[in-house]
């Protein structure tokens, strides 16, 4: 094929991949945020205020398209966590708001390598910032920007499910672009106490 053919060829797959990332967030966005998957590939289900043993929290601040401090925390933001659907690895979500009425940011770490009880190397992390106010994503978009560090994954007794509260930091070297459009987010000083459920029950 020529260079053209290819040049062709690679547009075309990249028109096609944002039209599909349109569709996903057409559909995020249209849903209660109560129960918001997160980036739209893995299923569905109710998202709960982020109180376990204690209160779970997102901190740090944001910058470029979306200037914003980050200090959610407890019974007023919410988060889940599951396995990714590739069947390797889980993704965490956290919610700005827990009042529907009111939808607010969505960050989204998933992480391929990640192992539920192991807390001991650096991870890769796929990162995705939704600003549902605008209709708006910002992405890593598979390119290595961002790395993950647990600082303690805990596992929680006395609940319905295997539940367990993972703590760490985020941080990126580069900003997450925006997949449409214009623009791109800096994430800055990413700390986070959130939930992870390996069981397909709520």
């Known amino acids: ?22 569709i996903i967030g057409w ?14 590939d893995f299923a ?7 109180v376990m043993d204690q209160d779970g929290y997102l901190r740090g601040r944001l910058y470029g398209s979306i200037e914003k401090s980050l200090d959610w925390q407890g019974a007023a933001m919410l988060c ?7 069947g390797e690895g889980f993704r965490l ?8 009425d009111q939808p607010g940011l969505v960050l989204v770490i998933g992480l391929a390598d990640a192992v539920l009880g192991d807390s001991r190397k650096e991870l890769e992390a796929n990162v995705t910032v939704i600003d549902q106010n605008n ?29 367990w509260r ?18 791109s987010v800096t994430l800055d000083d990413i700390t986070f106490s959130g939930v992870m459920k390996p069981s397909a029950a709520p």
């Open 44 to 50: 569905p289900r109710v998202m709960s205020p982020c």
């Open 135 to 163: 209709g708006q994503f910002y992405s890593t978009q598979d390119e290595p920007r961002c790395w993950t560090q647990f600082s303690q994954q805990l596992q929680l007794r006395g609940t319905s499910t295997e539940t």
């Open 1 to 22: 094929m020529s260079i053209t053919g290819e040049n062709l060829r690679h547009g075309l797959f990249t028109v096609l991949n944002l039209f599909c990332i349109a």
């Open 80 to 86: 889940d966590g599951m396995p990714r659907p590739e």
């Open 166 to 183: 993972v703590d760490g930091e985020l941080y990126c070297a580069s900003a997450l672009a925006a997949l449409t459009g214009t623009g």
């Open 27 to 40: 559909i995020i966005l249209n849903i209660d945020p109560g129960k918001l998957a997160g980036a739209g």
């Open 93 to 100: 979500v956290f919610a700005e708001h827990s009042n529907p």
